[in-house]
């Protein structure tokens, strides 16, 4: 597999912005106290709906694709976190029932696609499926993630679509990624009123204020 940027330019940096809370219900994983991430990862609603229905389009093989948004950092909170805003399903990709490789020409489609459909953006991660595999990160999917999508920032989103359970892998604060231990995100309400989350692995924190009602 060649390696090429998938940028030509330095990323954008960071937008200080407050972290958006009072629009956001989190949800956790069962190993969320054992992983130290960079960021915090909010994943706004409309975002999350393009990528469960993309997880279950194609339950024979794995599919995959890159998720989309803005790097921020809460000054008050000293704490860097990314907005997922949209995805950006993989064309060209190499897959089967157990595997998925971007190749070349995967990469020059998502860099040509970042210029004409988001410019502004920033690519935080990729996400793709394990049909009945379960949540983690194979030797070939770290392998991936190492050496295109390095960037302290950058996370990787797992999806079993049979089992209806995903999970967040991200850097770690002393530069390492657990293949193993995932974490789960803040759903930022941006379509409705009500959490549409199902992935049945994670567990709402529910909280007094929380803005989004859930329905679980």
């Given at each position: 597999?060649?390696?090429?940027?998938?940028?030509?330019?330095?990323?954008?940096?960071?937008?200080?912005?407050?972290?958006?809370?009072?629009q956001?219900?989190?949800?956790?994983?069962?190993?969320?106290?054992?992983?130290?991430?960079?960021?915090?990862?909010?994943?706004?609603?409309?975002?999350?709906?393009?990528?469960?229905?993309?997880?279950?389009?194609?339950?024979?093989?794995?599919?995959?694709g890159?998720?989309?948004?803005?790097?921020?950092?809460?000054?008050?909170?000293?704490?860097?976190?990314?907005?997922?805003?949209?995805?950006?399903?993989?064309?060209?990709?190499?897959?089967?029932?157990?595997?998925?490789?971007?190749t070349?020409?995967?990469?020059?489609?998502?860099?040509?696609?970042?210029?004409?459909l988001?410019?502004?953006?920033?690519?935080?991660?990729?996400?793709?499926?394990?049909?009945?595999?379960?949540?983690?990160?194979?030797?070939?999917?770290?392998?991936?993630?190492?050496?295109?999508?390095?960037?302290?920032?950058?996370?990787?989103?797992?999806?079993?679509?049979?089992?209806?359970?995903a999970?967040?892998?991200?850097?770690q604060?002393?530069?390492?990624?657990?293949?193993?231990?995932?974490?789960?995100?803040?759903?930022?309400?941006?379509?409705?009123?009500?959490?549409?989350?199902?992935?049945?692995?994670?567990?709402?924190?529910?909280l007094?204020?929380?803005?989004?009602?859930?329905?679980?």
């Amino acid at each position: 597999m060649s390696r090429i940027k998938l940028f030509d330019t330095l990323p954008t940096p960071s937008i200080e912005q407050p972290m958006p809370l009072d629009q956001a219900l989190q949800w956790v994983s069962p190993y969320e106290t054992q992983v130290k991430p960079n960021v915090r990862i909010f994943f706004a609603q409309a975002a999350y709906r393009k990528c469960f229905e993309h997880a279950r389009s194609d339950l024979a093989h794995e599919v995959g694709g890159a998720l989309i948004g803005e790097v921020r950092y809460d000054a008050g909170r000293a704490q860097t976190y990314i907005v997922i805003q949209d995805i950006l399903p993989a064309s060209f990709t190499d897959a089967g029932e157990t595997h998925l490789t971007f190749t070349q020409d995967t990469l020059v489609h998502f860099s040509n696609q970042m210029d004409e459909l988001f410019p502004g953006k920033r690519m935080v991660g990729w996400y793709h499926t394990h049909p009945r595999l379960g949540v983690f990160l194979s030797g070939h999917d770290t392998f991936l993630h190492r050496h295109f999508f390095p960037d302290p920032t950058q996370v990787a989103l797992v999806i079993d679509p049979y089992a209806c359970h995903a999970g967040f892998f991200c850097w770690q604060t002393n530069a390492t990624l657990d293949p193993k231990h995932y974490i789960g995100f803040y759903e930022l309400s941006d379509a409705d009123d009500h959490s549409i989350v199902e992935w049945e692995n994670l567990t709402p924190v529910i909280l007094d204020d929380d803005p989004i009602e859930s329905e679980g």
